[in-house]
């Protein structure tokens, strides 16, 4: 079956606009996680959705990103008033999350945003 | 805070050596311990996972096992090639927490030659 999807797969901005990143995580899943890779580290949490809320928003670095799932199926992580700080690979995935069972995260091929 | 520290790369052996990539963590609780893999191109795929101690997880012909007295997952395989060439990561989750957020380390790349 399909996989996690991102659009665009390349973002590139001047700094200071505003942007939108879309997930469209694999059907039936109900967990929905966005992840930042800076160049030469491994991913970092941003948030977590459980159904429609976001039920972790702990890694959010400041309120210029914010991020929805309306109906609990795709997600949109937004930035205003990027910074060339925010230039980095965003990272989607999804999972089952059957409550209380290992849960496999399983990762879209991510969105390269370059802030100029 | 969970944290996960694994070896600097980037590693690089002839075909058929023996690998190791090693890994240890610093968690709460009990976690999930995982090994993802990064293909050149691709996406982060999961290679293996481990859901408490002394359980291994395998796949591939890579093998990890999960101590729990030195808080490591520790990635082997006893034969590599060239095909393996990616940059591989190790990865936490706190399954007692209410969201299975992964934690991972920077990440090693391991290059194989003919």
């Known amino acids: 079956g399909a996989g996690v999807s991102q659009t665009p797969s390349n973002k590139v901005t001047e700094k200071g606009k505003y942007v939108e990143l879309r997930c469209d995580p694999i059907s039936g899943h109900t967990a929905l996680y966005w992840y930042r890779q800076s160049l030469g580290q491994g991913p970092e949490f941003l948030i977590y959705?459980?159904?429609?809320?976001?039920?972790?928003d702990s890694g959010l670095p400041n309120d210029r990103f914010f991020a929805v799932r309306p109906e609990g199926s795709v997600s949109t992580l937004k930035i205003q008033r990027t910074e060339r700080g925010d230039s980095a690979v965003y990272l989607c995935a999804s999972s089952l999350r059957r409550g209380g069972l290992t849960d496999t995260q399983y990762f879209g091929p991510g969105t390269r945003l370059t802030v100029l | 805070g969970n944290s996960v520290t694994q070896m600097e790369g980037p590693v690089t052996l002839s075909e058929e050596a023996f690998l190791t990539i090693n890994c240890t963590y610093t968690a709460t609780g009990y976690p999930s311990l995982f090994w993802y893999v990064q293909y050149p191109g691709e996406g982060l795929q999961l290679l293996l996972k481990?859901?408490?101690?002394?359980d291994k997880g395998s796949n591939k012909g890579f093998e990890a096992t999960y101590r729990k007295e030195t808080t490591s997952f520790h990635l082997e395989k006893g034969s590599v090639q060239v095909s393996d060439s990616a940059v591989y990561f190790c990865?936490?989750?706190?399954?007692?927490?209410?969201?299975?957020?992964?934690?991972f380390g920077t990440g090693t790349r391991l290059q194989v030659t003919l």
């Open positions: 990865a936490l989750s706190d399954q007692g927490g209410t969201a299975s957020k992964l934690t």
């Open positions: 481990a859901t408490k101690a002394d």
């Open positions: 959705f459980q159904g429609t809320g976001a039920a972790d």
